[in-house]
């Protein structure tokens, strides 16, 4: 089924003329990356030679995706903005709030329980405001999006970073908060500045043990996490044609491990086929009919110099399988080279846990590779040595792996098929004896392994992999197991070998399904009433944040000076506290818990300078609040680095936090800050971070200029009595002043709407 036909026959209608238009303006070939950004412009916003990297640009994406952890704060400020229906295609996914723990039929039941009251409003929100709802189990949002509603040269963005996995189907897909998502729905313009280009060449073709996560595994290795910030990576050449489709959206799904804007490739055969199995037949056909205008130009891809900021070429034929970790995503270690240097770090290598799934990694042709090895390990007469746990990315795949025998396989060896859903790789895994926090390591197929995100503990170990790699060190239960070289000994004492994974890129049979999980909106919504309970421990009626009164912000208190790594996770953690993730006030009282203090290295252990005790972030903040006192965060480079979860922003915001000052921004959280009316300021001297003292009064003597491009003034007033100011920079534009001033940008959206 093709949803949203007329939309997508719409945006191929006009593409030529776009593209062409464009073309003539920069006066050069362009890329895949250019042709859906111009083509995707705003009906206001002028068409010119757009600066990379400079310039605020206005867009129409053509659709939101959401799923229900950030739903719910994206539909509760959207219910604000005084809208009908949704201004374009937009999609509810329930897949975070669901436990992994017995398995899929007793851990969905579980949830619905747990979590009903937040599902039943999602569904009412989607039933009244035109939105497709995907109920619980109906699977992961990014492999539903892409199963269904991905198409080459579109541009959607959604509330979640990994929103990029739709550039597998030559999508611009790109994470955003909230506030963002309500901009789109609201019929409003959706601002971005205009990416920068990172192309990535592919040459070769892929064998053996090497699979495309050892692609994004190796880009990651050299980009590192914060390397593609503000650009999008565009993969070309004949080894990305190479590649299945899906193998594509998990190269583009991690590249949120970069940093980067977002990851697309251009339309070949592959993701005609994908269409074509997925059944939107007449989507590939008007793809086809276009499809020079779906990939980059000839001259790009001849000369990738000249039209890319940045260009990385990787031989596939000479590529090796990765293993990256542990606690951040950018550390590759050829599987080669794993036992040498986890015996020089100190990394223990008994694996406990083999995990498949995620957005990343969860499509049919990922369990069909895995199952191989699987099988392999039944017909060798082989015992896996870790626990095993898999997550079908939708029902759609569950249903067919089912059907063709791999989730048999799976079981043979003993493995826990959990929901189609997010599961571990979101925090919603209530692992057995995780709150022992012993030191220990996993290996699993997600996307992210930053400390305590999978079970909790800040000792598990884990490991990046790809699907195959994890069930072949799974039945090892060796970290340093190498299936390319290394043999193992099978219940009979004998050695044996792993041969290289097979598997179908798409089912010979086709995909089957008997309820795909879809539910369509209410015909008419003005009947639909939604329900909030004013005593809900999970839900929460928005208050409007109060606009800025027009005077400098003096008396600010330093809350918490973070040190090192401070991603989403450590600001607002997900795991347990997901399920407060529609109630603002709950939530808030995980604010910075996981940030290290720099004074004390300790978490969740700051100062209060009204009382000059100790306590927890969350309680210190309250307590500065209700005093009426303003504070500031100060944090290090690229803070904010994760998941584009706006709780982060809101949070603090919440709490009476004004000013989040830092070496570097990840580029979701810097707009998450502004749209919800902070100050997002980053230091003009990052040596100036070290003037920060645990005691220092801070004031912004020149904020009543608050103007574009121009750097504001910072005085930190010192406990023994003396001072000194600092010079603070900002990115914001006019418009983002705006939202400053206005509280947040929904405020601004709620003004122009009662105009």
Not at 99 to 109: H, M, N, S, W, Y
Not at 249 to 274: K, L, P, Q, V, W
Not at 575 to 597: C, E, K, M, Q, Y
Request: hydrophobic residues 35%; charged residues 25%.
């Amino acid at each position: 089924m093709a949803f949203d036909l007329d939309m997508i026959k719409a945006v191929y209608a006009g593409i030529e003329a776009k593209i062409t238009a464009a073309r003539k303006v920069v006066n050069k070939p362009l890329t895949l990356s250019e042709k859906i950004l111009y083509s995707h412009l705003h009906s206001d916003q002028k068409l010119e030679a757009f600066g990379r990297g400079k310039s605020y640009v206005d867009f129409s994406p053509d659709r939101v995706a959401m799923q229900d952890a950030t739903a719910q704060m994206a539909l509760l400020q959207f219910m604000q903005a005084g809208k009908k229906t949704a201004a374009v295609p937009s999609t509810v996914h329930c897949d975070h709030l669901i436990l992994a723990k017995e398995g899929a039929d007793q851990d969905l039941r579980n949830s619905l329980t747990a979590s009903g009251e937040v599902f039943n409003f999602l569904e009412s929100v989607s039933k009244k405001y035109g939105l497709g709802f995907w109920k619980p189990g109906s699977g992961i949002i990014h492999q539903v999006v892409l199963e269904n509603y991905a198409f080459p040269g579109g541009m959607m963005i959604g509330t979640d970073s990994h929103t990029v996995n739709a550039g597998g189907l030559g999508m611009v897909a790109i994470g955003v908060g909230g506030a963002d998502a309500v901009d789109v729905m609201a019929g409003m313009p959706w601002e971005l500045k205009f990416p920068k280009l990172i192309g990535v060449k592919l040459t070769g073709k892929l064998s053996g043990w090497t699979a495309p996560k050892d692609v994004i595994l190796k880009v990651a290795g050299i980009l590192t996490v914060k390397g593609g910030t503000g650009a999008i990576v565009e993969y070309f050449g004949d080894g990305a044609k190479s590649m299945s489709c899906t193998g594509k959206g998990t190269i583009c799904n991690m590249g949120a491990e970069i940093g980067a804007t977002t990851s697309t490739f251009g339309y070949d055969e592959s993701m005609a086929r994908f269409l074509r199995a997925t059944g939107r037949t007449e989507v590939a056909d008007l793809a086809d009919g276009i499809k020079e205008h779906l990939t980059g130009d000839d001259e790009v891809y001849a000369n990738p110099e000249k039209y890319f900021d940045q260009v990385i070429e990787i031989n596939l034929s000479e590529l090796e399988p990765h293993v990256n970790g542990p606690f951040t995503p950018d550390r590759a270690t050829p599987v080669s080279k794993m036992r040498e240097e986890a015996k020089k770090n100190g990394w223990p290598t008994k694996v406990e846990w083999g995990l498949i799934g995620s957005c990343t990694n969860s499509s049919y042709e990922d369990l069909s590779r895995a199952a191989s090895i699987a099988k392999q390990a039944v017909d060798k007469n082989l015992k896996t040595k870790a626990d095993f746990g898999i997550n079908p990315g939708s029902e759609q795949i569950r249903y067919t792996v089912e059907r063709d025998g791999f989730l048999k396989i799976f079981e043979d060896l003993d493995a826990r098929i959990f929901t189609n859903a997010c599961g571990p790789c979101i925090g919603q895994w209530d692992r057995a004896g995780a709150d022992k926090k012993e030191k220990n390591t996993i290996v699993h197929s997600f996307n992210r392994n930053f400390s305590k995100r999978a079970d909790g503990n800040p000792n598990t170990h884990a490991f990046v992999t790809s699907p195959e790699m994890v069930a072949a060190i799974a039945i090892s239960g060796d970290l340093g197991f190498n299936p390319i070289t290394d043999t193992l000994t099978n219940e009979n004492g004998e050695q044996v070998k792993l041969d290289p994974p097979t598997g179908w890129e798409l089912p010979e049979k086709g995909f089957d399904v008997e309820d795909n999980g879809y539910q369509k909106p209410a015909t008419d919504g003005g009947n639909v009433e939604i329900k909030v309970a004013p005593d809900s421990k999970r839900l929460q009626l928005l208050e409007p944040f109060k606009p800025w009164d027009g005077n400098n912000i003096t008396g600010m208190k330093l809350l918490i000076k973070a040190k090192g790594k401070c991603t989403t996770d450590h600001i607002s953690m997900a795991g347990p506290w997901l399920r407060f993730r529609g109630h603002l006030d709950n939530i808030s009282n995980n604010t910075l818990t996981g940030a290290v203090n720099f004074f004390n290295e300790a978490t969740d252990k700051v100062k209060n300078q009204l009382t000059g005790e100790y306590g927890a972030v969350p309680d210190t903040a309250r307590a500065y609040k209700a005093a009426g006192v303003p504070s500031i965060v100060v944090g290090d480079h690229n803070y904010g680095e994760g998941s584009s979860r706006e709780h982060a922003a809101m949070q603090p915001r919440f709490l009476g936090v004004v000013a989040v000052l830092v070496k570097s921004f990840a580029r979701i959280h810097e707009t998450n800050l502004k749209k919800q009316g902070m100050l997002g300021l980053t230091f003009s001297n990052e040596a100036d971070y070290d003037k920060i003292q645990e005691d220092d009064t801070l004031d912004l003597s020149d904020l009543k200029d608050f103007t574009e491009g121009k750097p504001l003034t910072l005085v930190l007033n010192h406990k023994d009595g003396s001072s000194e100011s600092i010079k603070v920079n900002h990115t914001y534009n006019e418009a983002q002043i705006g939202w400053f001033k206005a509280g947040s940008a929904l405020n601004l959206i709620k003004m122009k709407e009662k105009a």
